[in-house]
């Protein structure tokens, strides 16, 4: 498990729900890993209660599994639980991303711009995790850029059980594709193309499944049977 800096504004429920969240996605946290509740809290600085209290609602989002007399498990991925989390993205990413063409600001385009910067910056630098990290932040600039950045904060718990595989996909595939689709994302908003948007959308969104294969090769034991 990584360390994650609590925010100032945090209470200790949400950070050690951002904080549990933050690894599994990362997959720091693996699937399958059993969790304990004294361990977390000890190592990120809060007493049990909110700890079993962030464990207990990722049990309702099924990221984590409890079993009476054994113990919390973080879930294996549940391929038809990506499958919908993809529909869903995938629908709601269309439709923003179109009006972001509308939309979008010249400091939009500027922050955009900046952020794929250095997405190319952290690819020639091989580090993965700082692309992750910007890939997540650009999308949301774009769900801003739409005036619709409460429906980003909204579809972010759901959305864990594709971003487990789309961190698998960064270890296992070059992160170049994932840079090149951004670049190209962000040129339809400024040339406000919303076909050309709207395709790039769909061909980002559909790698997971060329990488599928591959994924399941090498982290089998990630994925339920």
């Known amino acids: 498990m990584k360390k994650i800096e609590r925010y100032h504004s945090e209470t200790a429920r949400e950070y050690a729900l951002r904080a549990i969240t933050e690894n599994i996605k990362s997959i720091d946290l693996e699937p399958g890993q059993a969790i304990s509740e ?6 990120i600085g809060v007493s049990r209660t909110p700890v079993r209290e962030a464990i207990q609602e990722l049990h309702k989002a099924a990221l984590i599994e409890i079993y009476p007399q054994r113990g919390s498990y973080v879930s294996l991925i549940n391929s038809q639980y990506v499958e919908e989390a993809v529909f869903l993205r995938k629908v709601l990413d269309i439709a923003v991303i179109e009006e972001a063409c509308d939309l979008a600001t010249a400091e939009d385009i500027k922050l955009l711009d900046e952020n794929v910067a250095l997405q190319e910056f952290y690819l020639e630098k091989d580090n993965t995790q700082k692309i992750f990290e910007l890939d997540n932040e650009f999308h949301r600039m774009i ?44 040129k339809a908003i400024q040339d406000k193309n919303k076909s050309k948007a709207k395709e790039i959308v769909e061909k980002h969104l559909n790698r997971y499944r060329v990488d599928q294969k591959e994924l399941l090769k090498t982290y089998s034991q990630y994925f339920e049977k």
Do not use: G, P
Request: no cysteine; charged share 30%.
């Open 143 to 186: 769900y801003v850029a739409a005036k619709k950045e409460t429906i980003h904060n909204i579809r972010r718990t759901f959305m864990i059980h594709f971003d487990r595989v789309r961190t698998l996909s960064m270890l296992t595939v070059k992160d170049k594709k994932i840079v090149d689709d951004h670049k190209q994302m962000l």
């Open 38 to 43: 004294n361990e977390i809290s000890s190592f």
